[in-house]
């Protein structure tokens, strides 16, 4: 939920539901936008606070999310295999342009 859904978020300091709520659907397509939302909403907590600390664990788990399980698919058929997103890493069956 953001600020504008739960305006009452603004008057008081961040709760580890608060953050357990903008991890809720986090796929890979919203991994990014979601890693931001947690950072600012965490920003100003103090080392240690629960919320910081479940914020900090989500943060890593959305950029593994966002990054590191990215799957642009095989080759198939008659098809090259899609480049990685990843800079520098080319499928072995793609070429430097991504074409086979």
Same mark, same amino acid.
């Given at each position: ?13 961040? $709760? ?23 950072? $600012? ?19 890593? !788990? ?6 590191? $399980?990215? !799957? !642009? ?10 480049? $990685? ?16």
């Amino acid at each position: 939920m953001s600020e504008f859904e739960e305006p009452g978020r603004l008057e008081r300091e961040p $709760s580890v539901e608060d953050v357990r709520q903008l991890m809720g659907a986090s796929t890979p397509h919203f991994a990014l936008h979601l890693r931001n939302r947690i950072r $600012s909403l965490i920003a100003g907590l103090p080392e240690g606070h629960p919320a910081r600390v479940e914020g900090e664990r989500e943060i890593a !788990r959305l950029d593994e999310v966002a990054e590191g $399980s990215e !799957r !642009r698919g095989a080759q198939g058929n008659d098809e090259p295999a899609m480049p $990685s997103l990843r800079a520098g890493h080319v499928p072995e069956s793609a070429g430097p342009s991504g074409a086979a």
